[in-house]
């Protein structure tokens, strides 16, 4: 008998272990660990729909004929894999699971397990995304630079969504310009989908609110889904719903608005319990029968066969030294109210409240908001990748950290990005409705109740002149900071440094 293990964020039917197994001689195990859920202080709805997915999908596996051992968390006393295995599995004629998201656990898997309980382990590749494995490398290899969009582009030509033999659908690979609308309020908001929670939902919902009280959140606007059934129909819904304006709003923010015509499809996607293909097939159907524009379409595929496998191919490409990059030699600890919520600037604390009630931000909420806040600030990436890990309920490593480490805290150097997502007030004006409300003077830089993101951004421009005046998407910026009166360029400077000095003030 073999023993196949499978993980948290492994809940697919198509999972490579599954086809690798005999459902009438193997057996599978899944075990909720202390290790696993405590090794950052994750948000309480992370662990919630991690474990309640899990036992939903345990009980899937049992009703095709699989012999299942799952260990509920609290009712065993193993903390990790090892002590499972070397306890339960050493009789085992062989251990197979595929290939984990993060180098961390893959490297316990590679190199500890089999000696914890002394049977061979099989690692299979994990094919259940867009890019094959082994394509990602061959495609970097010998390029001086890597880009996301003629990765995209590739991506584009390989899968054939949205071609039209070996043209764009179009005419174009990229319709971003149109992307970029703020929201004034005169097309209607889309529906919440809410789901009826089960027993099992339930009792993991007790479980988490007894053991992990400490971690960041709240419960009580628990939304997820937890079933395949349940993220079927929150891609059916997104497709109905939201994909029509997905493009035009896709970078706007507004005040109590959560999650305008976002899919929130990421949590299902990265735990497994939505294929990507299907996805981006359910939305390239849509742009062909005419239900959604292609700038909608176009902007959404992008993200998922564009952005999610490049970021993927990126963190395996890298690891573990990737973790490490610090280029811009940041060290600012992160300031409180990231875990409080509780600061003055308006914009912060919408993206916080989001985060703590929903698990949830948007993209431009992470980047442009409190990703922003962090580069301009200088905070150590290592603690900004922290947070984001903790806090998001679809955080894996290899998907969060590229995004912080590479595209928020240009901390590679430029894998992610030409040149940093860095923005001043101005920005946040212009895509949201958050300086109406705030306390602080978007206009202003230098002045005692000044926007912050001003004159940190000008500081941020200042003190990086070394690193970023020679890049050409940025002399610019260099160009108006040179030609701006000094006395204006020092009192903002002044502002800044006094900010610096005291972050958790704001
Ligand atoms: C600092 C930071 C940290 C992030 N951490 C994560 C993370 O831990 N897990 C995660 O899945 N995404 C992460 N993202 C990417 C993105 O913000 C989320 O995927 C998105 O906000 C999820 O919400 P949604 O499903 O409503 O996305 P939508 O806006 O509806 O986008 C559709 C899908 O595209 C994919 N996608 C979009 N942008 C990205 C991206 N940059 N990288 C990878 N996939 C993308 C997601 O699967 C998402 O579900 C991060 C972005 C930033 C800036
Ligand atoms: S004024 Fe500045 S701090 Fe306030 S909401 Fe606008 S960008 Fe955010």
């Known amino acids: 008998m073999k ?69 509920p968390y609290g009712e065993h006393r193993h903390r990790d894999f090892e002590s499972l295995l070397a306890d339960h599995y050493r009789e085992a004629q062989g251990i197979v699971v595929t290939h984990c998201g993060e180098y961390r656990l893959q490297q316990r898997i590679d190199q500890q397990w089999s000696a914890s309980c002394g049977v061979e382990v099989t690692c299979l590749d994990d094919t259940r995304f867009l890019c094959a494995p082994g394509f990602f490398p061959r495609w970097a290899a010998g390029k001086k630079q890597l880009r996301m969009e003629f990765f995209y582009r590739e991506m584009r030509r390989h899968t054939s969504l949205l071609m039209e033999g070996s043209e764009p659908v179009g005419g174009k690979w990229n319709f971003d310009s149109s992307n970029r609308q703020p929201y004034k309020g005169k097309t209607p908001l889309p529906p919440v989908l809410t789901f009826t929670r089960d027993a099992i939902d339930e009792q993991v ?77 359910a939305a390239e159907q849509a742009y062909y029968d005419g239900d959604a524009p292609l700038n909608a379409v176009e902007g959404f595929i992008r993200q998922i066969l564009g952005w999610r496998e490049y970021v993927r191919g990126i963190y395996w490409l890298l690891m573990p030294d990737y973790a490490k990059e610090n280029r811009l030699g940041n060290h600012r600890p992160l300031p409180s109210y990231y875990w409080t919520g509780e600061t003055k600037m ?57 995004n912080t480490l590479g595209m928020v805290m240009h901390a590679d150097g430029g894998y992610l990005g030409s040149k940093p997502y860095a923005a001043s007030g101005s920005y946040i004006n212009r895509m949201s409705d958050y300086c109406k409300h705030c306390q602080y003077d978007v206009k202003t830089a230098s002045e005692s109740d000044s926007c912050p993101f001003n004159s940190l951004y000008w500081h941020f421009i200042h003190r990086h002149r070394g690193q970023f005046s020679t890049n050409h998407r940025m002399k610019m910026i260099y160009r108006n900071l040179d030609r701006m009166d000094s006395d204006k360029v020092n009192a903002m400077l002044t502002r800044a440094e006094s900010l610096l000095a005291n972050p958790d003030l704001l």
């Open 3 to 71: 023993i196949g293990i499978i993980l948290g964020d492994q809940l697919s039917l198509s999972l490579p272990t599954l086809a690798h197994l005999d459902k009438q001689r193997d057996r599978l195990v899944m075990a909720e660990l202390a290790d696993e859920a405590t090794y950052v202080k994750h948000h309480k709805q992370k662990i919630a729909l991690i474990f309640s997915a899990m036992r939903h999908f345990a009980t899937d596996l049992q009703q095709q004929g699989w012999q299942v051992d799952y260990y």
């Open 205 to 281: 919902l007790a479980l988490v609110a007894e053991h992990f009280a400490d971690h960041p959140g709240s419960l009580q606007h628990f939304q997820w889904g937890t079933t395949s059934r349940q993220a079927q129909q929150a891609l059916a819904h997104f497709i109905e719903h939201r994909l029509p304006c997905f493009g035009d709003y896709q970078d706007a923010m507004i005040t109590g608005e959560d999650t305008l015509f976002h899919s929130l499809l990421s949590p299902y996607l990265n735990l497994g319990l939505l294929d990507p293909m299907a996805v981006c097939q």
């Open 346 to 402: 308006h914009c912060m604390a919408e993206c916080f409240r989001n985060t703590l009630e929903h698990a949830y931000a948007h993209h431009i909420q992470r980047l442009m908001v409190t990703g922003n806040f962090a580069l301009l600030l200088g905070v150590l990436p290592d603690a900004i990748c922290q947070w984001y890990l903790e806090v998001y309920a679809d955080a894996f490593d290899w998907v969060e950290l590229p």
